[in-house]
T-cell receptor, first 111, second 114 residues
Framework: DQQVKQNSPSLSVQEGRISILNCDYTNSMFDYFLWYKKYPAEGPTFLIS?????DKNEDGRFTVFLNKSAKHLSLHIVPSQPGDSAVYFCAASVNAGKSTFGDGTTLTVKP | ETGVTQSPTHLIKTRGQQVTLRCSSQSGHNTVSWYQQALGQGPQFIFQ???????GRGNFPPRFSGLQFPNYSSELNVNALELDDSALYLCASSLLASGGGEQFFGPGTRLTVL
């Protein structure tokens, strides 16, 4: 029973274009959603988060959208840069407790 | 400000042995969580410690145990190692009261069980 799903294992985009990474969840108790980025041989790095009381959060080139009725969130990266190439994990938590992670999407940004 | 560190980086053990992995939290963080990441999967929550007490546990058997020390560093112990325990073990520190629980991860310990 995977409560957080990232259905696209990989995504390839051209430098300068938009990258859209998607995530679905099943547990309606989740009240906080996070995105992490992971480079090889490093631990995940926190990128951006959103509370369930909001539907959008923006930080520079990164925007996260939350659609609670659809139990879906997405991460938009505009414009995409080659340095954004990494594995992106979606995670969700209840009351700042344990985080439940998806299996990740590998983003490749081509120069 | 020092980040989260883990030791050792890599470890090879044989089935049935015991292993101890170590983690030093980021300065000022009072909470540490341990995750197991198998190849091609996301991190799976093992347990969390807050001020030296276990504060939540995932679906892992009792042979996975932990400790948190007064300086908030932590250990993960795994007894009776099985082949399926081969994975990357990640430690993450955080401030429990900090909003939605952003965590700061260490680079992980790669455990191979033969």
């Amino acid at each position: 029973d995977q409560q957080v799903k990232q259905n696209s294992p990989s995504l390839s985009v051209q430098e300068g274009r938009i990258s859209i990474l998607n995530c679905d969840y099943t547990n309606s108790m989740f009240d906080y959603f996070l995105w992490y980025k992971k480079y090889p041989a490093e631990g995940p790095t926190f990128l951006i988060s959103i509370s369930s009381i909001k539907d959008k959060n923006e930080d520079g080139r990164f925007t996260v959208f939350l659609n609670k009725s659809a139990k879906h969130l997405s991460l938009h990266i505009v414009p995409s840069q080659p340095g954004d190439s990494a594995v992106y994990f979606c995670a969700a938590s209840v009351n700042a407790g344990k985080s439940t992670f998806g299996d990740g999407t590998t983003l490749t940004v081509k120069p | 400000e020092t980040g989260v560190t883990q030791s050792p980086t890599h470890l090879i053990k044989t089935r049935g042995q015991q292993v101890t992995l170590r983690c030093s939290s980021q300065s000022g963080h009072n909470t540490v969580s341990w995750y197991q990441q198998a190849l091609g999967q996301g991190p799976q929550f093992i347990f969390q410690y807050y001020r030296e007490e276990e504060n939540g546990r995932g679906n892992f058997p009792p042979r996975f145990s932990g400790l948190q020390f007064p300086n908030y560093s932590s250990e993960l112990n795994v007894n009776a190692l099985e082949l399926d325990d081969s994975a990357l073990y990640l430690c993450a520190s955080s401030l429990l009261a900090s909003g939605g629980g952003e965590q700061f991860f260490g680079p992980g310990t790669r455990l191979t069980v033969l």
